[in-house]
């Protein structure tokens, strides 16, 4: 890559002329983004004409940071995580210019929301093995099968999808990536109903689903490829986050312990034992997001997922301990349905009880733990993979059950 | 960034860590550190000759005193690199005494006891603990004015390299405070009684003083808790960095086995069992070194160091006990024997979450500190 010299003018300058044609204090948000894409900065490392700039990503925080500083609305990022936060990554990396030109600005405006649909009933931490088949018919493929855990289904325009176009091939090798509308015929949305009788996840069936070719992303049997793109953008962005000291289901059990609390020294050094542990890793995520920009990233960069997790599931169950006899009782009780659109663009106001049954999720959406520890296992330490009989047989020879 | 602390090492941080591992590679024999552990007066002298030659004992002291004025983020490096070789060096006691009688000393007592410290040719360390449990507050160790200077009397414990120490800094109770006094070691009415160490490689001693001393050994006014305090904090911090140090040492030496471990046909580092047993090993020691760094970085900033400093020890404690008790699973019976390195890991970073204040009294300070 060249270094532009003129790069960081270019984008101080882009940012100024935004804020002060479109003052966000004045301005509809949607028409705010679309400005912002016009203007190359809604990932500015994108060429231009597709909501970039052209220039390095280490620009992107300083983008972030200056229209947050000027109150510029910016929760299109979490409101469309799939589409801005992953989606966006695997048009760019592996998309065609018409592909982009179609379909960046209305997912940045949130005129489209985005899913992703990766996981099936029998692919789940295996998901190369997925099932869901895609037949070519002319111009055209057919999608059958069933897709799970797939959040923001129910409100999505576009999906993420990898099916398996050659049952024939060895399970990495059979996958075709495309983009699918959500709402043409033959595709069937669920809710599906968690734990804490909210749904944040779908169901989705296809049955007899048609995809034009043109939907098509990268090549016939790269489906796996661009997954990887698109898991490596989905782990950063759940651990990735920094965070300010105190905040988040710590900053929740602080606020536990001051106004509910037993006061006795046990839970105190406990409640202090976790406080020390989540500001570790949220200084190690600034390490890690510091060393990234100086270009030497090392392994604290991939520990932040899995640590997270488990601490995030010690955490919000130390805070219900803490409530005594309250925490057998869930102040929202129990009602199924759906999640929100509102719900999801602000921070939610749940009980301690809730978000402690809400973490269990942690360790397994985005990647399990399980398989996050081989990865750092393998990829980090070099340690070696577990033998693995299925990985030179014809996909539809693998036993399954 | 973050608060105006850096994580990332500069070129010269780069190049002192890279140095120093050269020369501990070279100068440290593990076979000689299994062998100075069955002694109470461990003291590598090769590795000590070769850290006061570049100048490391004294690092962070002012130039006029011999050291070279760096950041405690530099000397933290040198504890880490230590700790990756459980080194049985007196650096830690030298280094807080040092920054005990450059906090509480006049200028002619700096003049006077720091510049051999920092050639490596006094050894010094803190004589200020009492009771296992206890704090460094209220020593009931006293001492009385008499004609012409002073008379100390009481008995210090858990004195860390006080077999080969030449200068201890004690605290003692005056009649208007407490006060930290320099104290020769050869001076009549000091009786060192050596103790048998969990780490040997750490020595460990009682120290009875019934001694007399001149008006110049008394290092502080009556206000000798907060140099007294300073210098615990910098002894933290630094133990913290060489917890890390030994973490590291640690992963390194199970992943290495693991990888050539056969067992089932297999490498053992391909089981799930194990290769999770080491992410989670990693994970402690990235954590580990987050905070040490943080914590060497604000020590000089009195409101966060509150924080950083209970931090470290907090985080680094339950690190490198965790990462060092691991290391002897993931070897299996090998790992228990006295031939492998892994007990002398294991048992510093046992005595490293003890000494200097536990971890339950730094959690204690934490929750104070945080208003928790």
Known sequence: MTIDPTADQRVADAVDQLLEQYPPSATEPKTFWGAQFDAGLAWVDFPEGNGGLGVSPKFREYVSRRLEEAGAPTWNRSANILGIGMGAGVLAAHGTDDQRSRWLRPMFTMDEIWCQLFSEPGAGSDVAGLATRAVRDGDEWVINGQKVWTTLAHLSKWGLLVARSDPDQPKHRGLTYFVVDMESPGVDVRPLYQITGEAEFNEVFFDDARIPDDQRIDDVGAGWRVAMTTLMNERVAIGGNTVPRSSGSIGRALDVWKEQGSGDQATRRELVRLWAEVEAMRLTTLRATENMKSGTPGPEGSTGKLAWADLNKEVTAFTVSMLGMDGATIPEGYALEATSYETREIERVMSPQRHFLRARANSIEGGTSEIMRNILGERILGLPGEPRVDKDLPWKEVPRG | ?372
């Open chain 2, 1 to 372: 960034m973050v608060d105006g602390v850096t994580f990332v090492r500069n070129e010269e941080q780069t190049m002192l860590a890279d140095t120093l591992a050269d020369l501990l590679g070279a100068s440290t024999d593990m076979d000689r550190t299994r062998q100075l552990s069955l002694t109470l007066d461990a003291h590598d002298q090769d590795v000590w000759s070769a850290l006061s030659q570049m100048g490391l004992v004294g690092l962070a002291l002012p130039g006029e005193f011999g050291g070279a004025e760096t950041t405690f983020t530099d000397v933290a490096i040198v504890f880490e690199e230590l700790g990756r070789f459980v080194a049985a060096v007196p650096l830690l006691s030298t280094v807080s005494a040092s920054v005990a009688i450059l906090a509480a000393g006049t200028e002619s007592q700096r003049a006077a006891l720091l510049p051999p410290i920092a050639a490596g040719t006094a050894i010094a360390t803190l004589a200020v603990y009492e009771d296992p449990h206890g704090g460094v507050d209220a020593p009931s160790t006293s001492a009385a004015r008499i004609d012409g200077g002073w008379r100390i009397s009481g008995r210090k414990r858990f004195v860390t390299d006080a077999p080969n120490a030449d200068l201890f800094v004690v605290s003692a109770v005056t009649d208007d405070g407490v006060r930290l006094f320099a104290v020769d070691a050869e001076r009549e009415g000091v009786v060192v009684e050596p103790v048998a160490a969990l780490d040997a490689t750490r020595p460990l001693a009682d120290v009875t003083f019934d001694v007399i001393v001149g008006e110049d050994a008394a290092l502080s006014g009556a206000n000798g808790v907060a140099p007294l305090h300073r210098a615990l904090d910098v002894a933290v911090v630094m133990l913290a960095a060489e917890q890390v140090g030994v973490a590291q040492r640690c992963l390194e030496i199970s992943v290495d086995y693991a990888k050539e471990r056969y067992q089932f046909g297999r490498a053992i580092g391909s089981f799930q069992a194990i290769k999770h047993r080491c992410a989670d090993m990693l994970i402690a020691v990235e954590h580990a070194r987050s905070v040490a760094w943080y914590a060497a970085a604000t020590l000089d900033d009195p409101s966060e160091a509150a924080i950083a400093v209970p931090l470290a020890k907090s985080v680094c404690s339950d690190a490198a006990i965790k990462v060092a008790g691991d290391t002897i699973q993931v070897l299996g019976g090998i790992g228990f024997t006295w031939e492998h390195d892994a007990h002398l890991y294991f048992k510093r970073a046992k005595s490293s979450s003890l000494l200097f204040g536990t971890v339950e009294v730094h959690r204690d300070r934490l929750a104070d500190a945080i208003g928790v």
